[in-house]
């Protein structure tokens, strides 16, 4: 019997060629999923929340979950999904977390990718399927991205070696306790920080063994509201998260009902975003790690800010804030370091786009200040990241979805 899930020592591009284009030409319908604004912010995870991470390792789920799935068991409303050929995402309510690894094994088994997340404290979960252009961009950060960090932060370090670990899409837990059924969001990516001293000894960062630094996470077509949600408890209710960088698309085209007309492609648009802390009375080198990443050519306008209260909140804002679950009198902030970083525009004129050539992070994306040599800062600190590939090969799976999808449309007429 095969096991289900991927091994997370395969790269990235080993891990998404494993999905043929071809799996299009079998879709019978799209479905775009509502998206209603939680009504309480402080859940682990939104009921109608947004995720993407594949099923999760082979070693966490049990064989006999795969045997006490056949497809005729599988929920409805996942029967429901996959008949509609896995659109946008899908929310289970009141399962338990072993019903839903078994879900997730049964999927693997059926050649859909997913990505999941699951709130313990609700007992739901959220699940998606990828598309090929969310596979093209998953490839492009961990085959390119990533080694440009490490190679910077190995070239400009003041002490030891430090490296990265690229995690891929592992399940990261939510909160500081560990248990059975603990909450877990999944990115497409996230780097860990390894550092090793003057005689080449691993040594454990802040006390966790190379905790994550940097998400890296796909939104495809998805509500804002549970986007920047997501992004407070990735940089407030786990340890250790520095930066978020989001790649977020829009108009991602989907098969419509057997034998209805195809309509009229709309404006494919992708960006990419990225999210940090901002310090509001922190103290020590959390706050000093903020201050070195803020970018001295952006200041975010503070009078743009948002609350994250649903009938508060405004869409695309520079900075958002919520209440410190521990402390009602604080709030915790994120602030979007620069402008949107626009990838591609079809609603803007060709040769009219304003297209950013180059993304730009920062080793403290990664590093802490050293503790050895507090008072030396890294001054050549940018790590700057050619979009060209990124945005070539987005286009080029976007035509090509396009045209399966009119393919089989004129096969069903």
């Known amino acids: 019997m095969r096991e289900c899930g991927l091994s997370r020592n395969h790269s990235a591009t080993e891990r998404l060629k494993s999905t043929s284009r071809e799996k299009l030409s079998h879709l019978k319908c799209g479905?775009?999923?509502?998206?209603?604004?939680?009504?309480?912010?402080?859940?682990?995870?939104?009921?109608?929340?947004?995720?993407?991470?594949?099923?999760?390792?082979?070693?966490?789920?049990?064989?006999?979950?795969?045997?006490?799935?056949?497809?005729?068991?599988?929920?409805?409303?996942?029967?429901s999904w996959i008949d509609q050929g896995a659109p946008g995402r899908l929310r289970l309510q009141g399962i338990d977390y072993e019903e839903l690894k078994g879900i997730l094994c049964k999927l693997d088994n059926l050649g859909i990718r997913t990505r999941f997340d699951w709130d313990n404290?609700?007992?739901t979960a959220v699940i998606r399927g990828l598309t090929e252009l969310h596979k093209e961009a998953e490839s492009w950060f961990g085959d390119q991205v990533a080694p440009l960090i490490k190679q910077k932060i190995e070239q400009v370090a003041i002490c030891g070696r430090p490296s990265i670990s690229i995690w891929g899409s592992e399940p990261l837990r939510v909160g500081s306790r560990i248990t059975k059924d603990q909450s877990r969001l999944t990115p497409d990516h996230s780097l860990s920080h390894m550092h090793f001293n003057t005689n080449e000894?691993?040594?454990?960062?802040?006390?966790?063994?190379?905790?994550?630094?940097?998400?890296?996470?796909?939104?495809?077509?998805e509500c804002y509201y549970l986007m920047i949600e997501k992004v407070f408890k990735y940089l407030y209710d786990m340890i250790g998260v520095h930066t978020v960088v989001l790649c977020t698309m829009t108009n991602i085209p989907y098969p419509t009902n057997s034998g209805a007309e195809l309509a009229k492609p709309k404006p494919f648009k992708a960006g990419i975003e990225v999210w940090t802390r901002k310090a509001d009375g922190l103290v020590g080198d959390h706050k000093l790690a903020e201050d070195l990443i803020t970018r001295p050519d952006f200041?975010?306008?503070?009078?743009?800010?948002?609350?994250?209260?649903?009938?508060?909140?405004?869409?695309?804002?520079?900075e958002y804030f919520r209440p410190d679950p521990n402390n009602p009198d604080r709030k915790q902030r994120i602030y979007r370091r620069s402008s949107e970083i626009v990838l591609c525009d079809e609603s803007v004129p060709t040769g009219q786009e304003k297209l950013n050539p180059e993304l730009i992070l920062s080793v403290y994306d990664v590093l802490r200040p050293c503790r050895r040599f507090p008072d030396r800062y890294i001054r050549d600190r940018d790590v700057v990241i050619p979009l060209k590939d990124i945005r070539r090969s987005l286009m080029s799976a976007l035509e090509d979805r396009r045209e399966l999808l009119q393919q089989h449309q004129a096969r069903d007429a």
């Open 201 to 221: 000894i691993l040594e454990y960062v802040s006390g966790v063994s190379m905790p994550p630094r940097v998400i890296f996470e796909i939104v495809e077509s």
């Open 31 to 79: 479905l775009v999923s509502s998206c209603p604004i939680p009504l309480d912010h402080r859940a682990q995870v939104p009921l109608d929340s947004t995720t993407e991470i594949e099923p999760v390792p082979s070693d966490a789920i049990p064989r006999k979950a795969e045997e006490n799935l056949p497809p005729r068991k599988l929920p409805s409303s996942v029967r």
């Open 121 to 123: 404290e609700s007992r």
């Open 299 to 318: 200041e975010p306008n503070h009078a743009d800010a948002s609350s994250l209260v649903p009938a508060e909140f405004k869409d695309r804002a520079g």
